[in-house]
């Protein structure tokens, strides 16, 4: 480092410190290596500082400071990061938030839950378990992954549920510039979003306004936009009974009109479909066993969790037997408790599903050390092709089709599902996975697959062919970062 650099970090050390205390500013080689990465297999690329904040002031200082000087600013949560969103492309600084760890509030009434940016999913499970409530939980999230991150990234909860489709209902947050907003119903006063709902009779719950639907502008821009310091987010009941029941299918074909169906008629909480791979991931006691276990397994099988609910559990759940029994009538297929391969496979999903993944390696990653992912939504009918269209051009690349996993998530009672195509990969071997994901997700949008995150090399395939709405988001970023503060370089921003 030239001398006159060495100045300039300097400084930006001590004014930063000025902000949030010397000891929780790092410049040593090791902790920047660390934060140069994530768990996705984007290139690493090192910060010039590591800055990690507690409390929403501090958020604010840093962020003033670094918009005044013109030094990048990418907020991260945590380092379980899927996407590379959390790895700096132009340096600067790494705004760390990870130790943010305040839950003030769980209102069970109407069931959300207020927390700050650092929660992970096991941190926030802990919490509502103590009052008889859960998260509205992704498909096995990793333990230490950030709620507001995983709220942010769009990932779809388990329930197909309307009223679960969209945790996030209000929050505070920091534009580039600085300065502090909040949304929705968290807008009507400045006092501690804790203390706003005795103070001003109000449930935090409404996320219109002010102005526009600000949550929609937020989730899914990698932190360009603003960094959120606390939400509020959806939470449900633990139901008194639930049960879960599997539908296994030879062809995928045959799985979508029982999958309509049983949505149609509002049967079961979580309700999602696998393939025998990724079943197996998940259901397989030692990772080396997944492969043999995937062929024991159907090839594709749907996972319905019958919910008792808080009244009448027993009769619901009688309800929803009798009814999933004659979907299974209707379309000549079958129902079971168990599996062949794993006889007490629906009790263990039953101690999974209400919480994050417990092991050492996280599910996906369990076949290989990584996993890639092709992530998009589509209606129900249309992954059938699209999954065709994946597998063939898989074999192309070289790739055993046999080692690929497939998740559909039905959303809004299968109005739409959010689907992943899974990779396993090598992580000193991935060259050849990374073109082939990169191609696959170029065939699939090319073939009516709607990629709604622009991650990994997706942005510029996506706002290529969404020319005018890319401008406006480029509009909006100039007004609301006119530096370019906030992660500059991601989403082409």
């Not at 992704?138 to 489709?165: A, G, M, N």
């Not at 029994?325 to 496979?345: M, N, P, R």
């Amino acid at each position: 480092m030239s001398s006159a650099a060495a100045t300039t970090i300097n400084s930006i050390v001590e004014a930063l410190a000025g902000v949030v205390g010397s000891e929780n500013v790092h410049t040593d080689i090791e902790t920047l290596k660390r934060y140069s990465y994530d768990t996705s297999l984007m290139p690493a690329r090192m910060p010039d500082v590591v800055v990690r904040v507690m409390n929403r002031d501090e958020i604010m200082g840093v962020i003033k400071y670094a918009n005044a000087n013109r030094i990048p600013v990418v907020p991260r949560s945590s380092g379980t990061g899927t996407y590379g969103t959390g790895i700096p492309v132009q340096g600067g600084i790494i705004l760390d938030l990870s130790g943010m760890k305040r839950i003030p509030r769980v209102d069970t009434r109407n069931r959300w839950a207020l927390l700050e940016a650092g929660v992970t999913f096991g941190e926030l499970n802990e919490e509502l378990d103590k009052r008889g409530m859960q998260c509205l939980n992704t498909l096995l999230p990793r333990k230490d992954k950030s709620v507001i991150t995983s709220v942010l990234e769009r990932e779809p909860v388990l329930s197909c549920k309307t009223e679960c489709d969209e945790p996030f209902r209000t929050s505070e947050l920091v534009w580039g510039t600085g300065e502090m907003m909040r949304t929705g119903a968290m807008s009507v006063d400045a006092i501690p979003p804790e203390d706003m709902g005795a103070k001003t009779h109000s449930d935090l719950c409404g996320t219109g306004g002010p102005g526009i639907d600000w949550w929609r502008l937020l989730t899914g821009c990698q932190g360009t936009f603003g960094v959120i310091n606390i939400m509020n987010v959806k939470i449900f009941h633990k139901p008194l009974m639930q049960k879960i029941v599997f539908l296994p299918f030879d062809k995928i074909e045959d799985a979508i009109m029982p999958m309509y169906t049983i949505q149609r008629r509002e049967i079961g909480h979580e309700c999602f479909l696998l393939n025998g791979m990724d079943l197996a991931a998940i259901l397989a006691d030692d990772g080396q066993d997944i492969a043999a276990l995937s062929r024991q397994l159907p090839n594709f099988v749907i996972v319905l969790n019958l919910w008792g609910g808080q009244f009448f559990p027993e009769d619901r759940i009688a309800y929803e037997e009798k009814a999933i029994a004659d979907i299974c009538d209707q379309y000549k297929c079958s129902v079971t408790e168990g599996l062949s391969a794993v006889h007490d496979a629906n009790v263990k999903l039953q101690g999974m599903l209400n919480g994050p993944w417990q092991g050492d390696v996280y599910w996906k990653d369990r076949q290989k050390g990584a996993c890639l992912e092709i992530v998009f939504q589509n209606g129900l009918e249309k992954v059938p092709g699209l999954w065709n269209t994946f597998t063939k051009l898989a074999g192309d690349y070289g790739l055993d089709t046999r080692e690929l996993g497939m998740y559909i998530q039905p959303r809004q009672r299968c109005r739409v599902c959010h689907v992943e195509f899974h990779i396993p990969v090598d992580p000193e071997n991935a060259d050849n996975v990374k073109a082939f994901q990169r191609k696959a997700a170029e065939t699939l949008i090319n073939e009516g697959a709607f990629f709604y995150r622009p991650y990994y090399d997706w942005a510029d395939m996506i706002y290529a062919r969404a020319g005018y709405t890319f401008e406006t988001i480029k509009k909006l970023k100039n007004i609301i970062d006119p530096n370019h503060t906030l992660n500059p370089g991601k989403i082409l921003l």
